[in-house]
């Protein structure tokens, strides 16, 4: 399952995110994990969480980024929530990528995980491809 939080930079998307992290380590007894490009988030979530950045492992753009999901959920079944901050940090500013790339973690994900993003834009500026995934 894929969840979007949207909203121009400064909104609070991000303080919504880590209250969503907290609130998950608590309420699962599955692995979160938390996905950032450095550690903005890093310091203000559980030590529970697994929380990877994605300038260490030299990710970059969505296909490296999907590879990548698609390893930490192939190499670990218990994984229920997997957070990730700032999409278009690591991905690119590219709305029809960033589609394809959501469409794809949902064939894979199913209702097994949430993922959840944060993307900084306007919902109105989102593609029908982006904005099936608001909920």
């Known amino acids: ?3 979007l939080i949207t909203g121009k930079k ?25 996905v950032e490009k450095g550690s903005t988030v890093r ?3 559980s030590r529970k969480v697994r929380w990877c950045d ?11 980024f999907y590879g990548f999901i698609a390893g930490l959920l192939a190499s670990n079944y218990d994984i ?6 700032g999409i278009f940090r690591i991905g690119g500013r590219d709305y029809d990528a960033l ?19 944060t993307v900084s834009a306007d919902e109105s500026e989102l593609p029908e491809s982006v904005k099936q995934f608001l909920k």
Do not use: P, R, W
């Open 43 to 45: 310091y203000s979530i």
């Open 80 to 85: 229920t929530h997997v957070y990730i901050d």
């Open 99 to 117: 589609g394809k790339l959501l469409e794809k973690l949902d064939k894979l994900t199913g209702d097994d995980v949430s993922v959840i993003f």
């Open 1 to 3: 399952m894929i969840k």
């Open 54 to 64: 994605t300038e260490y492992y030299a990710i970059e753009g969505y296909d490296t």
């Open 10 to 34: 400064g909104s609070g998307k991000t303080k919504i995110l880590i209250d969503q992290i907290n609130d998950a380590v608590k309420a699962t007894a599955g692995n979160v994990v938390c």
